[in-house]
């Protein structure tokens, strides 16, 4: 999971918005933490689940990363009040968990990573909308190729 999310990391873009969508445990976080690596984080700075504080920022040497958490998102005003909106756009990247909780919150071209269970690993699946995330996810399967073992399986 994080070797994807580093592949993801290395291939996103300024202004790139990203939805980690899956069930508790799935891997949501541990694959931020790749892309975060594959954006080159800071060492001094792990990333967490920002379940409880809603929105995390993370500068690093590629281009600065804004996780954003949903899960306890309970109407259009609390994702509001997290200024979000303030990280969407620019050089940054945004990722969302729970994009499903608030849709509004992913612009119309964006990538929607969606984890799965299957059996004793992972599905992971790549839905992107708009060009530019579609060239992204082709080099990230082609980057990705055959490293994904019997945990995990990209489409």
Not at 78 to 103: I, K
Request: charged share 25%; aromatic share 6%; proline share 6%.
């Amino acid at each position: 999971m994080v070797s994807l999310g580093q592949q993801l990391g290395e291939t996103l873009f300024d202004g790139a918005v990203v939805g980690l969508s899956g069930p508790l445990g799935a891997g949501k976080t541990t694959l931020a933490r790749g892309i975060a690596k594959g954006l080159k984080i800071d060492n001094e700075y792990v990333v967490s689940s920002p379940t409880y504080t809603i929105l995390q920022s993370y500068p690093c040497s590629e281009r600065d990363l804004h996780h954003l958490d949903l899960y306890r998102i309970t109407s259009p005003d609390d994702l509001d009040s997290t200024g979000y909106r303030d990280h969407v756009g620019g050089n940054a990247v945004l990722l969302v968990e729970w994009p499903e909780r608030e849709p509004s919150v992913l612009p119309p071209e964006n990538l929607i990573v969606r984890i799965e269970y299957r059996g004793e690993g992972r599905e992971i699946t790549l839905l992107p909308t708009g060009d530019r995330y579609e060239k992204l996810v082709e080099q990230v399967k082609e980057r990705y190729g055959s490293k994904d073992g019997p945990t995990s399986n990209v489409q």
